[in-house]
């Protein structure tokens, strides 16, 4: 039996979700599922946009069939390549023989990777701001090239003044019979994937979130349609203004995050003293443990908080692997605009507090202070003296 949603006039959300999933993309815990959003307008000419994942393909393909109700399927509107939008294109050329399908020059070699298709007789080639009528509405289309892939494109419809967005203002978790974000209580129950789910996926292209803001700001957009998570008819202007600051790497919040990589916990409990020292100051502070606490949850703090404070034993004569990883991940994806402190420890030589700052200075605009703790094996009472001092270093840069 299908399950479809009216979005609003002829369009129908024909998406499904996955409870199942574990680990979106093999790297980032879904732990609340994940929706992959299609979308099916029933104009003169009925388009789908875009398909969906392998894992949930009889529900989708039952939805599209139903919602059709006997009528043929003329245009496929492929904005994104990635598979879980594009596993069941294979099924609807062979379901719907005059289906045309729509997209930018970069999708058919990329049909061809992924399903050894040749589909140059079935495609319909659009440029910026190449137009689509279908009846009533007006479909427009708008390149992101690098939002998050080299073929993502968006579409307009003039019509309706909605926006399809490919994976651009999505969020994981799955929908839960709700569909818009004015449903749920976004802020408090989802403003957190959705910040983990945009800067681990397109965090690191910012310039080109950047371009398509600005290619937004001329359209009068009274609807969003992301591929993933909650559609956006109310609170536009407040997730697009996070992403302007995402995307200009510019923090949410003043305070502190502070990552620790820790063996037998002295490195841990001056991590700790730090935070008490801050927060007697009246300073935000958030801690993580990057043995424990996956590196993309940390990342997204770190995009949130204006300043950072990494504390690592030295391992094997480097970083703490967990925090390597950490770190690696940070300035791959492109973290800057930070005030970063340090705190290293090791028994005989403390070396990762002078590597993480070689890590850091390769990332844009990272201030990293020069009050720095390095312990060897457990933090000594004279060294108390050493956190007051870092501390005030960062609350003098905090006001």
């Known amino acids: 039996m299908h399950c479809t949603r009216k979005v609003a006039g002829d369009l129908v959300w024909v998406g499904a979700n996955d409870r199942r999933l574990a680990m979106f993309e093999g790297v980032y815990s879904v732990p609340a599922g994940i929706s992959y959003n299609s979308y099916l307008l029933l104009d003169e000419k009925t388009v789908l946009f875009e398909t ?9 393909l039952e939805n599209i069939a139903e919602t059709l109700n006997g009528r043929e399927l003329d245009y496929l509107v492929i904005q994104h390549m990635e598979p879980d939008h594009s596993a069941v294109i294979r099924e609807l050329l062979v379901m719907y023989p005059k289906m045309k399908i729509v997209c930018g020059a970069k999708v058919p070699a990329f049909i061809g990777q992924f399903l050894g298709l040749d589909v140059s007789e079935r495609v319909h080639v659009v440029k910026e701001n190449d137009t689509l009528n279908t009846g009533k509405h007006t479909l427009s289309f708008i390149m992101a090239p690098m939002v998050h892939w080299p073929e993502v494109m968006l579409t307009y419809d003039s019509a309706g003044k909605i926006l399809f967005s490919a994976d651009a203002f999505g969020c994981f978790g799955a929908l839960n019979g709700s569909l818009f974000a004015d449903e749920v209580d976004f802020p408090k129950d989802y403003m957190d994937e959705a910040r983990r789910y945009y800067t681990n996926i397109v965090g690191k292209y910012g310039s080109q979130v950047q371009a398509l803001i600005k290619k937004m700001s001329g ?18 202007p407040e997730i697009v203004s996070k992403y302007d600051l995402w995307s200009r790497y510019e923090p949410e919040e003043r305070g502190v995050m502070i990552a620790y990589g820790s063996v037998y916990g002295n490195t841990e409990n001056a991590a700790e003293i730090l935070s008490v020292r801050l927060r007697e100051k009246g300073i935000k502070t958030v801690m993580f443990d990057t043995s424990v606490t996956p590196a993309p949850d940390i990342i997204s703090a770190a995009f949130r908080w204006s300043h950072l404070v990494f504390a690592s034993t030295t391992y094997n004569a480097g970083i703490f692997v967990a925090m390597e990883n950490l770190i690696n991940d940070l300035a791959a994806h492109n973290i800057q605009n930070r005030t970063a402190a340090i705190i290293e420890n090791g028994s005989w030589a403390p070396a990762s507090g ?23 094996s457990g933090l000594k009472t004279a060294q108390l003296e050493e956190i007051d001092a870092m501390a005030g270093a960062i609350a003098a840069t905090l006001q």
């Open 52 to 60: 969906v994942d392998k894992a949930v393909r009889q529900r989708f």
């Open 354 to 376: 002078c590597l993480i700052r070689m890590k850091l200075e390769k990332c844009k605009n990272i201030n990293v202070l020069e009050q720095t703790l390095s312990i060897k």
């Open 219 to 236: 359209l009068e957009i009274g609807m969003i349609c992301p591929l993933h998570g909650f559609i956006w008819r109310e609170g536009i």
